[in-house]
């Protein structure tokens, strides 16, 4: 019997510099305050001041890591901030609903960093949101349902992030 080493595994494997991939997940939406005048056309006589939804997020990401600590990562995502408020009754002692789909394309330029040149990383940068979709579907017993766009969102929305991941 011998034994011999061998050397067919001993090449060492370039790491990328560059990481694509996607994402998804759910916003976890909650609306507080006073919401009564949706658009110009349409002020309902009760006003709404809580609700809640789920719904989707999804992206596409790329990352450049020339380095083992620092780096850049780029999310463009599709982001619906949507949902529905929670029943209130009209003057007429009519139920009403309000319905929301509020989406966004999203773009989230971040600096990463692995602090500790591990799989762990914190990551932080701007958010630019682009509205693409405004619409309400109100209902109320004894009236025409109404379904328009809401008059008082900012096409353009920026914001911050900041978060870890491994």
């Not at 061998?6 to 976890?28: C, D, H, I, L, Y």
């Not at 309400?136 to 978060?163: L, M």
């Amino acid at each position: 019997f011998s034994v011999a080493a061998s050397n067919a595994q001993m090449k060492t494997r370039v790491k990328p510099v560059w990481w694509f991939g996607e994402s998804g997940a759910v916003n976890f939406n909650t609306f507080r305050g006073t919401t009564q005048v949706l658009n110009q056309n349409t002020t309902v006589p009760a006003a709404f001041h809580k609700g809640n939804d789920v719904r989707p997020y999804a992206s596409l990401l790329a990352e450049y890591r020339p380095g083992k600590v620092l780096g850049g990562m780029l999310n463009v995502a599709y982001d619906n901030r949507g949902g529905r408020f929670d029943q209130v009754m009209a003057p007429c002692n009519c139920p009403a609903d309000l319905k929301t789909n509020l989406s966004y394309v999203t773009i989230e330029p971040s600096l990463r960093i692995a602090p500790f040149s591990n799989a762990f990383y914190i990551f932080t940068g701007p958010v630019i949101s682009f509205n693409v979709m405004k619409r309400f579907d109100y209902r109320q017993d004894k009236q025409p349902d109404v379904r328009e766009d809401f008059s008082d969102i900012r096409k353009t929305v920026f914001s911050g992030q900041a978060g870890a991941g491994i």
